[in-house]
């Protein structure tokens, strides 16, 4: 006898485990997956969004001596200032990406590099040391997942600490890319990339205004300055590694479905009954 209520103490207990496997399972992210997109945006029409300006003295197009450059988005195709510019902005991953696509939205960036001359290689010309943010935020009211969501919403930001801006030697398009061992950081109204790794971006320049070479006499073998100032269109992508941990937020129903599951798991090991051995 001793040794059945022994063996019926022993076995586990899956009624009392349910409520935790709910909350845990609500809770956990997927798996992890190869690095993957997470989004990309593309211009909004032909006119160019993306401006690069080399600090130094005389013509903004022809700096003799800038060795600092600022990248930033327009509203127009000949503004001077910071503004954002219109685009389409998509997620590509689930759950997101069946509600999110194609959505216009403002696109903001803004990103500088101090004391960094471009350098040449091999025929390309590259702008390092750029660090700043880009964010999209929805340009009307939009539903996703249930959910009316207003104009103004953001829809993805990203702060990075070290990009590169480079292209070939006198090219009419250039790439702005995070570099590797910089830090990348994702967040949005709608996602949580809390437990992600590996967020990077890419993003493509097009029809450069003026040649990509360094401000100056810009000759392949006198780099010693920042990239000469242009135009641009501004399209790209942005990616992380982990695709699990892009998940919507939760919605009120599933955080009332979490408190609820922990109450339960509370109360039953409160309440729970010491074990019962028999000995004799």
Same mark, same amino acid.
Do not use: C, K
């Given at each position: 006898? #001793? ?11 899956? $009624?009392?485990?349910?409520? /935790?496997?709910? !909350? ?15 989004? @990309? ?17 005389? *013509?903004?197009? *022809? !700096? ?29 991953? +689930? ?11 403002? /696109? ?20 390092? #040391? ?8 929805? $340009? ?5 997942? #249930?959910?009316?969501? !207003? ?5 993805? $930001?990203?702060?990075?600490?070290? +990009? *590169? ?27 949580? /990339? ?16 003026? *040649?990509?070479? +360094? ?14 100032? /242009? ?16 998940? !919507? ?16 798991? #509370?109360?039953?090991?409160?309440? $729970?009954?010491?074990? @019962?051995?028999?000995?004799?």
């Amino acid at each position: 006898m #001793g040794r059945s209520n022994r063996r019926e103490n022993a076995m586990p207990n899956f $009624r009392r485990r349910t409520p /935790f496997a709910i !909350a845990a399972l609500l809770l956990v992210a997927a798996p992890a997956t190869a690095a993957t997109s997470l989004a @990309n945006f593309t211009a909004g029409g032909a006119t160019n969004n993306i401006r690069l300006v080399n600090n130094g003295t005389g *013509s903004p197009d *022809s !700096a003799s001596s800038g060795t600092s450059v600022r990248l930033y988005s327009t509203t127009t195709g000949s503004s001077n200032t910071r503004g954002v510019a219109a685009v389409n902005f998509s997620f590509l991953t +689930a759950p997101l990406s069946t509600s999110i696509a194609s959505l216009p939205a403002w /696109f903001e960036l803004d990103a500088s590099a101090t004391a960094t001359p471009a350098t040449v290689y091999a025929g390309t010309i590259a702008q390092a #040391g750029l660090a700043g943010y880009f964010v999209f935020t929805a $340009r009307s009211a939009f539903v996703s997942g #249930g959910t009316n969501y !207003a104009a103004g919403t953001q829809l993805l $930001r990203a702060d990075f600490t070290a +990009a *590169s801006l480079s292209g070939a030697f006198g090219g009419s398009s250039a790439t702005l890319a995070s570099t590797p061992g910089g830090d990348v950081t994702l967040v949005s109204d709608l996602a949580s /990339f809390g437990f992600a790794d590996g967020e990077g971006f890419s993003f493509a320049l097009t029809g450069l205004t003026n *040649s990509l070479i +360094a401000a100056g006499s810009g000759t392949v073998g006198d780099p010693y300055r920042a990239l000469r100032s /242009f135009r641009a269109i501004g399209s790209g992508e942005v990616e992380a590694d982990r695709t699990g941990a892009v998940s !919507a937020v939760p919605e009120p129903e599933t955080w009332a479905l979490l408190i609820a599951g922990f109450v339960m798991i #509370g109360y039953q090991q409160r309440h $729970r009954r010491r074990p @019962n051995y028999v000995t004799g």
